[in-house]
């Protein structure tokens, strides 16, 4: 009997604890692009930290070989509405863009049917699989999507946390350096 009580006595405790941390969040005003903070993922004016994954096709692309371009690093999921409502905009951005910005979106959940989304969706942009979820951890991404966008020499100059629409990519990419 004692325990049962100790145990409701802690979930009840928990479940305030989480209400209260709920209304919290609510109250501070939402920013959708942030400088970034070790417990939300990697710092503006970080070094984007180098990796090497496969494409669809199987090529393979690293990140470090594409020095000297401007790069905008996509983290999404074929199960995340907010990706796929930003796909649209960032297939129409990947054909109006400057030759010297390269966009790559990683997928994080490799395991789906990763071909049959792009297929659908008509998407032309580079897909990288993220197989072992190493990439994604590295970048220290919480949510998705979550875009960086790099700069020439292969620094963070700014990151995006949430959809995307096409003017908003325009505008990251056109301050990249």
Known sequence: MVKKVIAAVV???????????AMDKKAEPES??????????????AKA??????????????????????????????????????????????????????????????QLDVKGFVNKNKITFPILLDEDDHVNETYQILSIPTTYF?????????????GMELAQMKQFANKLH
């Open 11 to 21: 979930l009840i405790t928990l479940l305030t604890v989480a209400i209260v941390q």
């Open 49 to 110: 930290p180098d990796f090497e994954l496969k494409t669809l096709a199987g090529d393979k692309i690293k990140l470090s070989d594409l020095r000297g371009k401007k790069v905008m690093l996509n983290f999404w999921a074929t199960w995340c509405p907010p990706c796929k409502a930003e796909m649209p905009a960032m297939e129409k951005f990947y054909k109006e863009k400057d030759k010297d910005l390269v966009i790559l979106a990683v997928n994080i959940d490799p």
């Open 150 to 162: 790099i700069n020439r020499k292969g620094i963070i100059e700014n990151k995006f946390t949430g």
């Open 32 to 45: 959708t692009t942030t400088q970034t903070t070790a417990s939300d993922g990697l710092k503006v004016g």
